[in-house]
């Protein structure tokens, strides 16, 4: 492969961002810090105006080393899209041309991708970043299926990050030069496992208790996340069981109030621990024994990741990305998907192999280490890049 005469500027495309912290942002943000720091020119372009934006957030900024420049874009999420399209397009004609559009969403970001990437001679990179149903959702309706079927035939490069996704582009007939599968990507350096010390101190920090087993959850208090399957299999257990082991929950959301409800109701307020959401959110890891990742649907959890990098081993639903990681009973478990039952079996099985959990951490080391190692993965993208930057400009590049 011939080396590009120079490196073209990476439009990171994301509809929402810092101050926004989720999945997507965090990915982003490691990202472009790493990249920034390898040489190449990164500008985060997102949305200035979005419902979970705080207000007078500034429309340009610095984060990470990286420029973030938020687009105007008021209205509910049809007209706010179209405006993030319409604006991005514009400020992309003024300072964009010819670089290479990476969009971490296929809604308004994808098609100001591959627009951007046909209007001004540059690149167009997709990330299909959910679970496979999520876009299977989108095939049903006719509407659904066109516009998918559309940015899949015009971008130069689609990645996945799970394997589940993978098989479903290539069915629907995206060529496999053209599909790569990346996962996300850990920082295993400080995502690593605490010395026995380390984790004594964190449980003191925290105020979580010294000898019990300490089960954690971390993410959004969602629908989607299934906190209220993993609140259902809690309360399955006898109270002798709740009684030697604790469940802290960290995060916030939409959920918060129905799933405090929700344990009024079934009888396990007082043996859940909401921490809310938190910023330092190692100190759990290293405090915990066992994550556990209750999801109705995933694309590559990045909690699942951190913290099987800090050396723990996953309880997860079977979908998505803990599909390709997880090895049941090796490096952790899996159960059935929407099932508190089943839940709630897996989490008497985790207690009955307690012997096992630290060599089942180190094996879930191991795989993050060879699968997600952030320098790996940036690697990876620096050839996509670099491939793109070789190909002819507009349109569809040759395949590499």
């Known amino acids: 492969m011939k080396a590009p005469a120079h490196r073209p500027k990476i439009w990171m495309l994301i509809p929402t961002y810092h101050p926004v912290v ?7 943000r490691r990202l472009s810090s790493l990249l920034k720091g390898r040489g190449w020119d990164v500008e985060i372009l997102t949305r200035r105006h979005w419902m979970n934006h705080l207000p007078n957030v500034a429309a340009h900024e610095i984060v990470d080393g990286a420029a973030v420049t938020r687009l ?13 399209v319409l604006g991005g397009l514009w400020y992309l004609a003024r300072f964009g041309q010819k670089g290479i559009y ?32 999520s876009y299977e959702k989108r095939l049903d309706s006719l509407l659904g299926r066109r516009q998918l079927m559309a940015l899949l035939h015009k971008t130069d490069r689609a990645i996945v990050v799970n394997e589940a996704v993978y098989s479903l582009l290539i069915a629907l007939g995206a060529p496999a030069e053209r599909v790569a599968f990346i996962p996300n990507a850990v920082d295993v350096d400080y995502f690593q496992p605490a010395l026995p010390e380390e984790k004594r101190k964190a449980r003191a920090r925290l105020g979580l208790p010294a000898e019990q087993p300490v089960i954690l959850y971390v993410g959004r208090l969602s ?8 609140l259902q299999a809690w ?35 007082d043996r859940v621990r909401l921490a809310g959401m938190q910023e330092n959110v190692r100190d759990y890891y290293w405090a915990a024994d066992i ?11 990045n909690v699942m990741m951190e913290a099987m990098g800090c050396g723990l081993p996953v309880l997860a639903s079977a979908t998505g990305g803990a599909l390709d990681v997880i090895v049941d009973g ?25 012997p096992r959990w630290y060599g089942m951490g180190r094996e879930a080391r191991l795989k993050v280490c060879e699968a997600a190692d952030i320098e790996v993965i940036v690697e990876k993208l620096e050839t996509i890049y670099r491939r793109l930057a070789c190909a002819p400009g507009g349109g569809q590049s040759e395949a590499s």
């Not at 591959?114 to 167009?124: K, N, P």
């Not at 629908?223 to 993993?230: A, E, N, P, Q, S």
């Open 235 to 269: 309360a399955l257990l006898s109270d002798a069981t709740r009684g030697g082991i604790n469940l802290t929950l960290v995060g916030d959301g939409e959920e918060r109030a129905g799933l405090e409800k929700l344990m009024v109701r079934l009888g396990i307020a």
């Open 291 to 301: 994550l556990v990742l209750p999801s109705r649907q995933e694309g590559m959890s």
């Open 22 to 28: 989720g999945g997507a942002q965090t990915q982003v």
């Open 223 to 230: 629908h989607i996340k299934g906190v209220d399957i993993l």
């Open 72 to 84: 105007s874009s008021r209205g509910g999420v049809t007209s706010g899209s179209i405006l993030y």
């Open 330 to 354: 090796k490096n952790g478990w899996l159960f059935e998907t929407e099932n508190p039952s089943r839940l709630c079996d897996a989490l008497l099985r985790c207690l009955q192999e307690r």
């Open 102 to 133: 990476h969009a971490h969403d296929i809604g308004a970001a994808g098609w100001l991708a591959v627009m951007a990437a046909r209007l001004f001679g540059g690149h167009s990179l997709l990330k299909f970043r959910t679970g496979r149903s």
